[in-house]
């Protein structure tokens, strides 16, 4: 680390996020922004060709090819026997990719071949993310590799231009917030619950201009695929960047991977890692308290993330609304998913679910909801779907035998990639149609025009698909 | 970058909050479309109806707003997705400025990247400005308004002056139209002894050969 660092630790007590920022400054510009270095830049299928034009246009090379990675993503389809390159667009943006990195001298994980997968689930699987490393993509899920001590944010394509010719950012730095999640999780929350009811208690801009740390004894207790779906869905309440301070958690999921560090690299890593945490008498902009006990199962019955609420409530009802605009967003919101003011969200029949995504699509998310499946069926009227994260997720699912316990109970078991969570390889809801996900976002027509989405968490979507409508409590065996 | 110095035209008014990029721009439509040809599927949800006719009561298909350049809207606008593409798309549809008591924090990078003004006024300036605008429009009469970026102010018919806050660094740019890989690459030096230190203390970044 630079020598300012060394100074800086001295003289305050900083956040894990200041020791992050404070590392990477290559130019401290004086007005609250700086120019940062990038330790990893992760390039895919819709963010690269167009970056790669640009700079192809602007005769400009790529400064640091060595600290950046690409994978074809999002529109490859998920078909259990695919090339990738099926729907109309997908051949020419996976091709835009394939002939950039090469011509550039970057490594790419291509379709079906091991290291491949959705960015954010093979950015920490592989090791490229590491504790105190900056991590940059063309994707607002960014956020997700915060989960391992690392700071991360999503870009437009003309930065990822400028990261590729320069390996740096210009980014103004952020307010901090800490969110402290405290008691007990109740029996079937996961870290899916967490999120989804921060966000709703908080709003879905309450994180905006903010780095959000998550922390706390709920957080120190979570799995690393636990704290990767927490920091994952840290833009959808605004937040551009997560982070959860890195521990022995961490350093035992990581040590070992493919890109991870080794032997003596390896010990001196880790100790430079301890020094990632908070210092105790550190400030903070904004300070939130979470009661995990006070969190239940939750389901969104709109079309926000904030629109969430527990699987045994009712949807709002616009007559009780605080102010005539929330009670327009309600109404608006209620009618793009077919629901009535203030019915009980559980019972309403589903079409769709879909097991996948950045957020929950993980070795221990599909392992977790498959306990829930074992010797179940799905309901004849739903087409249930699981898209493992990576390819290598896929294997190794499939050498646990996860992949039998999903198709024997009726689920149709895909190939790796982003799929219905964004439909950009054409895999849609159909309108009207409703869908229980795992994935993050519930926008209007966001996994395909006129389709209705529920977020939810792996074992409450396996829940619904097998009572083929939502449930209102988990079953016994899902809450063991 | 194009310079940007003043944004004058007719204000359509969209009163929601959380207008995220997914409604701006669909995935589809980006993924197949050149950049240059986005505008006309801009905030398509909003638009069209189900049957692809245009939605007569959306205020941007109405005579007198059709074409308007600055666009006033709810809190958060822009959250979501980190494409570009939904800056490219407001812009193909002729949308100069948004102004709106938020942004996502993405969304508004990009649209400084592009010359699309983002302007933040207080939640209580653009309620004001939405009733003014909005009742004008009951009376199927568009308001002016007129963005000043040196000076940071927005005019409007209504009532005196907002000033909103902009970084310098940002102004700076959309005033002389900065390029901002030309300017950091005034800063090569920096950025080639940053990484000669960090490849010695942090060997673990750049070592990535892999196994």
Redesign the interface.
């Known amino acids: ?2 020598s300012n660092h060394a100074g800086a630790a001295r003289a305050a007590p900083r956040t894990l996020f200041d020791k992050l920022w404070d590392s990477h400054v ?2 401290d ?1 004086g ?3 700086a ?1 940062l ?1 990038v ?1 990893r830049h992760l390039v895919h299928d ?2 690269g060709p ?1 970056a790669f034009s640009d700079l192809e246009r ?1 005769g ?1 090379p790529v ?2 090819p ?2 950046t990675f690409s994978t074809p993503d ?2 490859v389809s998920s078909a259990p026997d695919r090339t990738g390159s099926e729907h ?2 997908a051949e020419g ?1 996976i091709a835009g990719l394939r002939e950039g990195s090469r011509k550039r001298g970057i ?1 790419l994980f291509d379709v079906n071949q091991p290291g491949h997968g959705i960015v954010h689930v093979i950015g920490p699987e ?1 090791g ?1 993310t ?1 504790p ?2 900056l991590v940059l993509c ?3 899920h ?1 956020s997700t590799h915060g989960a391992l001590g690392a700071i991360a ?7 990822i ?2 990261v590729l ?4 950012i ?1 980014q ?1 730095r ?1 307010r901090r917030m800490r969110i402290t999640i405290a008691g007990e999780l109740r029996p079937g929350v996961e870290a899916k619950d967490l999120i989804l009811a921060i966000i709703a208690r908080l709003g ?2 309450s994180g ?2 903010y780095a959000v740390e998550f922390a706390g004894p709920v957080v120190e207790q979570l799995d690393m695929a636990g704290r990767l779906t927490i920091c994952n869905m840290a ?1 959808e309440m ?1 937040a ?1 960047m997560g982070m959860i301070a890195p521990d022995d958690i961490t350093f035992d999921w990581l040590k070992g991977r ?5 032997g003596i ?2 010990h ?2 880790v100790a ?1 890692w301890r020094e990632l945490v908070t210092d105790p008498s550190a400030r903070f902009d904004r300070e939130e308290r979470i009661d995990a006990a006070t969190i239940a199962p939750q389901i969104t019955w709109g079309t ?1 993330p904030e629109h969430s609420i527990a699987l045994d409530q009712r949807v709002p009802d616009p007559a009780s609304a605080p102010n005539a ?1 929330t009670a327009t ?1 309600i109404a608006q919101a209620l009618e793009y998913m077919g629901l009535q003011a203030g019915q009980a969200i559980a019972g309403t029949p589903i079409d769709r679910v879909f097991i996948g995504s950045c957020t929950n699509s993980r070795l221990e998310d599909l392992r977790c909801a498959a306990a829930a499946v074992r010797g179940k069926k799905v309901a004849p009227h739903v087409t249930a779907w699981v898209v493992p994260g990576s390819e290598d997720v896929r294997r190794a699912a499939e050498r646990e035998g996860l992949d039998r316990i999903y198709t024997e109970a009726g689920f149709h078991w895909r190939s790796p990639g982003c799929s219905m969570c ?3 390889n ?1 895999e849609r809801v159909a ?1 009207g149609q409703r869908c229980v996900s795992t994935s993050n ?1 519930n ?4 996994q395909g ?2 389709a209705r989405t529920h977020l939810a968490s792996p074992v409450v979507a396996v829940a619904c698909a097998i009572a083929g409508h939502i449930v209102g409590e988990l079953p016994a065996r899902s809450v063991a | 970058m194009k310079k940007v110095s003043t944004i004058s035209g007719v204000a359509a008014p969209l009163p929601l909050a959380n207008v995220d990029t997914d409604v701006i721009i669909r995935i589809e439509k980006l993924a197949q479309l050149p950049r240059e040809q986005l505008g006309a599927w801009a905030l398509a949800p909003l638009r069209f109806l189900p049957d692809g006719s245009e939605n007569p009561a959306f205020v941007l298909n109405q005579p007198g707003w059709r074409g308007a350049p600055v666009l006033v809207s709810g809190a958060n606008f822009g959250c979501g997705s980190s494409r570009e593409h939904a800056v490219w798309a407001l812009q193909g549809m002729g949308i100069e400025c948004v102004i709106a008591p938020s942004f996502g924090d993405i969304f508004r990078s990009n649209c400084f990247q592009n010359g699309l003004l983002a302007v933040q006024l207080s939640e209580a300036d653009v309620q004001r400005l939405l009733a003014f605008l909005e009742e004008g429009r009951q009376r199927s009469q568009p308001a002016r308004v007129s963005i000043d970026v040196a000076t940071q102010t927005v005019r409007w018919p209504g009532g005196p002056d907002f000033s909103f806050p902009l970084e310098a660094r940002r102004r700076a740019a959309l005033l002389q139209g900065l390029d901002e890989i030309g300017v950091t690459q005034t800063f090569q030096a920096q950025i080639d002894a940053w990484q000669a230190r960090d490849r010695a203390s942090r060997p673990w970044i750049w070592d990535v050969e892999g196994v």
């Not at chain 1, 010719?165 to 740096?168: F, N």
């Not at chain 1, 493919?258 to 080794?262: D, Q, S």
């Not at chain 1, 926008?443 to 966001?446: I, L, N, Q, Y």
């Open positions: 680390m630079s290559v130019v510009f007005d609250g922004s120019l270095h330790d819709l963010g167009p602007r400009l400064l640091s060595e600290l999002h529109v109309r667009w943006l490594r592989l490229l590491l105190g490393s063309g994707d607002s960014t944010w999503g870009i437009g394509t003309t930065e231009g400028h010719a320069t390996q740096t210009v103004k952020p879905a801009a905006t201009g833009i605004g551009r493919r890109f991870a560090p080794r690299q390896w001196e890593a430079s926000s605009a967003a964004v439909g950009a054409e309108p976002r926008f209007v027509g966001r025009p006129g």
